[in-house]
């Protein structure tokens, strides 16, 4: 038997702490070793405590949690998971501390919620168990060099991604010229945090990047993100191919579930698309994945070592429904190999 994740709760609420807590404690495989109520109660429990993950307010005094985290991930490179609130402000500190090198995000409850941080205790011990190597933010990453000639064929493009999507998905994205293929994504992400990261994607990257609407039509050089929270994201009318928003159940525990967007391209699209499959925990997204190279679609996973969480793409390439596994860097070149006209008139 694994030993336990050592976690150590930093939060300058003391209600949020003890709530936090009493949520870890109530998981046998979780031991939360500390509590902190701001930086510098958290950098000397760290350095006593040597806990396994750390999971942190971005509001704080004294030091917020975005600077905070800067110099964990100079100094002393560990998980690190986010407590932010729901909000627009909160959702784009949370973006901001992901591409830092955060592990994954959590929002804080309502009032009244019946099962606050209901996943925070699978998401401590999957940051226990990962292997991840610190990466510098974004602002500091080279440009890609731009995509000379690039013709886009007829495919679309379907991706899917969890934990450690945001850094994967700016990674594979900015490789694409503003004329990409069509593509559609469903990032698992909270309500709200999703607008955010879409505007956040289209700063960064050539095409346009949008939240998804219901209706929206699908076309060249625009990509559309799932929004988070009550509904999926599918494909519809091969004819004129459009976002549409469908009420469900959470699929996989998800919704959106990237299990019905690949349902749904592997049925309007068959041979004519491309799935991919970034890292992520679970097993959302593979049976799908499977459909479509079923259907005649060529199919991407991430390769283990580049992955935040081998999850995702363990199960997918598992069942046989991964072509071929690519580490992360090689992925956005690989999407347009696929999706560029060979000639005219050519998918």
Same mark, same amino acid.
Request: with cysteine; glycine share 8%; net charge neutral.
């Given at each position: 038997?694994?030993?336990?994740?050592?976690?150590?709760?930093?939060?300058?609420?003391?209600?949020?702490?003890?709530?936090?807590?009493?949520?870890?404690?109530?998981?046998?495989?979780?031991?939360?070793?500390? @509590?902190?109520?701001?930086?510098?109660?958290?950098?000397?429990?760290? +350095?006593?405590?040597?806990?396994?993950?750390?999971?942190?307010?971005?509001?704080?005094?004294?030091?917020?949690?975005?600077?905070?985290?800067?110099?964990?991930?100079?100094?002393?490179?560990?998980?690190?998971?986010?407590?932010?609130?729901?909000?627009?402000?909160?959702?784009?500190?949370?973006?901001?501390?992901?591409?830092?090198?955060?592990?994954?995000?959590?929002?804080?409850?309502?009032?009244?919620?019946? =099962?606050?941080?209901?996943?925070?205790?699978?998401?401590?011990?999957?940051?226990?168990?990962?292997?991840?190597?610190?990466?510098?933010?974004?602002?500091?990453?080279?440009?890609?060099?731009?995509?000379?000639?690039?013709?886009?064929?007829?495919?679309?493009?379907?991706?899917?991604?969890?934990?450690?999507?945001?850094?994967?998905?700016?990674?594979?994205?900015? +490789?694409?010229?503003?004329?990409?293929?069509?593509?559609?994504?469903?990032?698992?992400?909270?309500?709200?945090?999703?607008?955010?990261?879409?505007?956040?994607?289209?700063?960064?990257?050539?095409?346009?990047? @949008?939240?998804?609407?219901?209706?929206?039509?699908?076309?060249?050089?625009?990509?559309?993100?799932?929004?988070?929270?009550?509904?999926?994201?599918?494909?519809?009318?091969?004819?004129?191919?459009?976002?549409?928003?469908?009420?469900?159940?959470?699929?996989?525990? =998800?919704?959106?579930?990237?299990?019905?967007?690949?349902?749904?391209?592997?049925?309007?699209?068959?041979?004519?698309?491309?799935?991919?499959?970034?890292?992520?925990?679970?097993?959302?997204?593979?049976?799908?994945?499977?459909?479509?190279? =079923?259907?005649?679609?060529?199919?991407?996973? @991430?390769?283990?070592?580049?992955?935040?969480?081998?999850?995702?793409?363990?199960?997918?390439?598992?069942?046989?429904?991964?072509? @071929?596994?690519?580490?992360?860097?090689?992925?956005?070149?690989?999407?347009? +190999?696929?999706?560029?006209?060979?000639?005219?008139?050519?998918?």
């Amino acid at each position: 038997m694994n030993a336990a994740a050592r976690v150590l709760v930093v939060d300058d609420s003391p209600t949020m702490r003890g709530l936090i807590s009493a949520v870890l404690r109530a998981d046998p495989e979780v031991d939360v070793v500390g @509590q902190a109520g701001d930086a510098l109660e958290a950098r000397a429990a760290i +350095k006593a405590l040597n806990p396994d993950v750390v999971t942190l307010d971005i509001e704080m005094p004294n030091m917020n949690g975005l600077d905070f985290l800067e110099k964990i991930m100079t100094l002393r490179p560990m998980p690190v998971i986010m407590v932010s609130t729901m909000t627009h402000r909160g959702a784009d500190a949370t973006l901001a501390a992901l591409e830092i090198g955060a592990f994954d995000c959590v929002g804080k409850p309502s009032p009244g919620e019946p =099962h606050p941080f209901g996943d925070l205790a699978e998401k401590v011990k999957a940051a226990a168990r990962s292997q991840r190597q610190y990466v510098k933010p974004a602002a500091e990453r080279v440009p890609p060099p731009a995509v000379a000639d690039f013709r886009v064929g007829r495919k679309i493009v379907a991706i899917g991604s969890s934990t450690g999507g945001v850094e994967a998905l700016i990674n594979v994205l900015q +490789k694409f010229p503003a004329n990409c293929p069509p593509t559609v994504i469903t990032q698992h992400m909270p309500p709200t945090f999703t607008r955010s990261f879409a505007e956040r994607l289209n700063r960064l990257c050539a095409p346009v990047v @949008q939240e998804a609407t219901d209706g929206a039509r699908l076309e060249i050089g625009k990509i559309y993100l799932a929004p988070g929270g009550e509904r999926h994201l599918r494909v519809v009318n091969a004819s004129a191919p459009h976002c549409r928003l469908v009420d469900g159940a959470p699929v996989n525990g =998800h919704r959106p579930s990237v299990d019905v967007l690949f349902d749904s391209v592997a049925e309007l699209a068959g041979r004519n698309a491309v799935g991919v499959i970034l890292t992520g925990m679970g097993r959302d997204g593979a049976a799908g994945l499977l459909k479509m190279r =079923h259907a005649g679609a060529r199919t991407i996973g @991430q390769n283990e070592k580049t992955c935040v969480v081998y999850g995702m793409p363990r199960v997918a390439h598992e069942l046989g429904a991964v072509e @071929q596994q690519f580490p992360l860097n090689a992925i956005g070149e690989e999407i347009l +190999k696929i999706t560029a006209a060979r000639k005219e008139g050519s998918e």
